[in-house]
């Protein structure tokens, strides 16, 4: 049976624990034919990003016309977009409707700190999106307010719904909930609360890439928004118990996104 094909719009992570790479590796661990459109290349390891090259929007726009040509893509996922002209090319592609289920994790902080985006990238994109996925810094970011309880969590996504996404899921992995990674979910059918016990390590690299990666999939399958971000996150739960003790690079490492430790 031939497999279903998802896009992944992003930055390439030479550590491979993150954007493209990881996304090609969620796609493909979860059943998923996986194509790319590189938006930006990056220097960065398990320690950090050392340096950040974005592409020149008609490059990006070749990329992404020459998939769409010869592809039925079923759902597409954004990750860093590095500038907004490059926002703006990709957003020129999902208002003439060429990019379905589209999936927009905001990428605006790298794990390690270092700023990949900016918000008025993201801001370009979000009325678009079927689902957005920004974590509690970058729903701070986007909101301008602050964002550290689940109580603000749920505040932030009911606001960015209102700007355009037809479901928003604040993901609060960094934010303190009783020894709960609790994520928010909010769209047309109201406020949900999502929970799981907290993965307690620092291999976290690419969990929000990877959580986007994984929606993207499911509802390219066919799930609806609610299935698809809950699947999603036990999917995420289990690809950071796998990689808990593992030892690549001296950082915060990256995932199992294949279960080659269960």
Same mark, same amino acid.
Not at 27 to 50: E, H, I, K, M
Not at 180 to 185: K, Y
């Given at each position: 049976m031939t497999p279903t094909t998802v896009l992944t719009v992003a930055g390439s992570d030479s550590g491979g624990g993150a954007g493209?790479?990881?996304?090609?590796?969620?796609?493909?661990?979860?059943?998923? *034919?996986? %194509?790319?459109?590189?938006? !930006?290349? %990056?220097?960065?390891?398990? +320690?950090? =990003?050392?340096?950040?090259l974005p592409l020149p929007p008609q490059t990006v726009t070749d990329q992404l016309d020459s998939v769409l040509s010869d592809?039925?893509? +079923?759902?597409?996922?954004?990750?860093?977009?590095? %500038?907004? &002209? =490059?926002?703006?090319?990709?957003a020129d592609a &999902?208002? @003439?409707? $060429?990019?379905?289920?589209?999936v927009v994790d905001p990428v605006l902080v790298a794990t390690s700190g270092h700023r990949l985006g900016v918000v008025e990238a993201v801001e370009r994109l979000l009325p *678009? !999106? +079927? =689902? @957005?996925?920004?974590?509690?810094?970058?729903?701070? #970011?986007?909101?301008?307010?602050?964002? %550290?309880?689940? @109580?603000?969590?749920?505040?932030?996504a009911r606001a960015l719904a209102a700007g355009g996404p037809e479901w928003v899921v604040v993901t609060g992995g960094d934010v303190d909930a009783d020894g709960? &990674? /609790?994520? /928010?979910?909010h769209g047309p059918d109201g406020t949900t609360v999502l929970r799981a016990p907290r993965v307690p390590t620092r291999h976290t690299h690419g969990t929000g890439c990877s959580f986007s990666a994984a929606t993207a999939v499911r509802l390219a399958l066919g799930?609806?928004?609610? #299935? #698809? =971000?809950? !699947? &999603?996150?036990? *999917?995420?739960? $289990?690809?950071?118990t796998g990689a808990q003790g593992w030892k690549l690079g001296a950082g915060r490492g990256p995932l199992d996104h294949f279960g080659w430790s269960a």
């Open positions: 493209i790479q990881a996304d090609l590796k969620v796609f493909a661990a979860l059943g998923a *034919y996986g %194509t790319s459109v590189l938006t !930006a290349v %990056t220097a960065q390891n398990t +320690r950090g =990003v050392d340096a950040v592809f039925a893509v +079923r759902a597409v996922k954004t990750g860093m977009l590095g %500038t907004p &002209a =490059v926002a703006g090319a990709i &999902a208002a @003439a409707g $060429r990019l379905p289920q589209l *678009y !999106a +079927r =689902v @957005a996925t920004p974590n509690s810094a970058e729903a701070a #970011a986007l909101t301008g307010a602050p964002v %550290t309880s689940v @109580a603000e969590m749920a505040t932030a709960e &990674a /609790v994520d /928010v979910l799930d609806p928004v609610p #299935a #698809a =971000v809950s !699947a &999603a996150k036990e *999917y995420v739960t $289990r690809a950071l």
